[in-house]
């Protein structure tokens, strides 16, 4: 059995790797920047120009966090809903672990993490429920601007070790300085310290404690958006950065027409004072003129004219275009970011939403992966080893696509009455159905009220009392 490290050689491990944390952090703070909406307001204007206030007013005003809708929209069609071994209709033991640590409200963050950052983490430490002292794990959900990982091979399930660092402010001598206190994660145990900078010298760490958690590995499980064979986590920021540029540079450039040149200007040219009048006088007049007022001039040099507008149209054209360019390669429909045309019919919209959620389900593959390595180690932590060898698990998705309640009733009608898929497995289909309510179905069942039940049903479906052709019937 593997024991753990001395403070000496953790720290040393620490010290050695923490420089390419830091790296990878640099990449994922602009990533995160972009993710926010606050990304540099200096891509608009050359470092060089200088400016005045209303042109660093429209700058602040330029920035648009379209990726973040691009993240947004991935997002809310992914959901866990439950998690079951194969041939099994009663949830895991341990996912009581996923509603104790509240990560139906926390995952979103989670995949929020790995589509911004290309990936983020969730540690699992044994430990107890507060209020019952029960045996449990506790999770934590750590991004890539906090946590980086060493694995051995790309692929691998489990990494070498990892760290875990937060920006602090440290004790140094009578006061205190600027630091970082700093987890070094391996697989018997969590070391920490305290370090004083960016801890480029050994003398600026410091020791504090060791934990063991007595998990095998490293109890951290990679969550990623999309990653290749080299290893390489790629997130839904990084390749759209060059269009994002362009989107925010079309608008910059509108409101610099919209401010400066979209109003037609009148010009006189040669036209001179009457004879006596004080130049204070003269420009008063001007000051003082009425719409309905108008100027004579007597000399043949005088002009009049107008300079015309700036047409804003070309400058929304061009936006509007990079809009799509993005929705193209981002697969995210272009509605979502130009609005809906009047004319699009149901239909339209499923094409149009035909890309996302192909992009989702493949998202949700690699993301269903890791939730079954979390399950799996969560149950080794708790002591539940047939869970812990469940490498049959599935992970159960909620339905997120958006459709009419009479295309599901004409649907799962169909499934029942021609095909004759018993109607207890299409509960789970309904929309809007929890879990919840298909166990209250079950119940209901079992207690012999099924006409009640299959009344209920055709109602939500609306169907009429005769159900689909011929009604519903229960399949034996």
Partial sequence: MARAMNPSSAKRQAFTFFPDFLEQRVETV??????????????????HYNTNDEYDDLIERSPTPWLALGITSLVQTIFLDGIK????????????????????SRQNALYRGAMAHGQSFVMSLPGTLPMTGE?????????????????????????????HAEEDVVKDGDGFTPGWTVELIDEVAVYRFTVKGNGEDLNAWTYVTTEEHDSGVPPLVQYTNMTDLDGRNTGEIGPFIPLAKRIDQSLFDRLIVQRFGAWK???????????????????????????????????????????????????????????????????????????????MQAESLAAARSALMAKSAERKEGL?????????????????????????????????????????ADALGKLAAQVGVPLEMLWGMIPNWTDSDVERAKVLVQDGTF??????????????????????????
């Fill in 265 to 343: 200007v009148r010009f006189i040219t040669g036209l001179q004072r009457p004879a006596g009048m004080s130049e204070q006088t003269y420009q008063n007049e001007l000051l003082g003129m009425k719409i309905n007022d108008f100027l004579v001039a007597t000399s043949d040099k005088t002009r009049f004219g107008t300079l015309d507008e700036t047409q804003l149209d070309g400058f929304i054209k061009a936006r509007d275009a990079d809009i799509r360019d993005y929705a193209a390669v981002s697969q995210v429909p272009p509605y979502m970011f130009l609005g809906l045309s009047a004319n």
């Fill in 451 to 476: 006409d009640q039940l299959v009344g209920e049903f055709e109602k939500q479906l609306g169907l009429d009392a005769g159900g689909a052709p011929g009604g519903i019937q229960r399949v034996p």
């Fill in 368 to 408: 269903g992966e890791s939730h079954e390595q979390l399950f799996r180690l969560s149950a080794k932590q708790t002591g539940n080893l047939e869970e812990m060898r469940g490498y049959d698990m599935e992970v159960k998705w909620r339905d997120t696509e958006v459709r009419p309640l009479s295309q599901a």
């Fill in 135 to 163: 045996k449990s794990a506790v999770w934590r959900g750590l991004s890539a601007l906090t946590t980086a990982a060493w694995y051995e091979y790309p692929g691998d399930e489990w990494c070498q070790f990892a760290i």
């Fill in 30 to 47: 602009v990533y995160d920047q972009w993710a926010r909406g606050e990304q540099e307001r200096s891509l608009y204007v050359p470092k």
């Fill in 85 to 104: 071994r194969q041939g099994s209709n009663d949830m895991l033991q341990s996912y009581d672990i996923w509603r104790q640590n509240r990560f139906n």
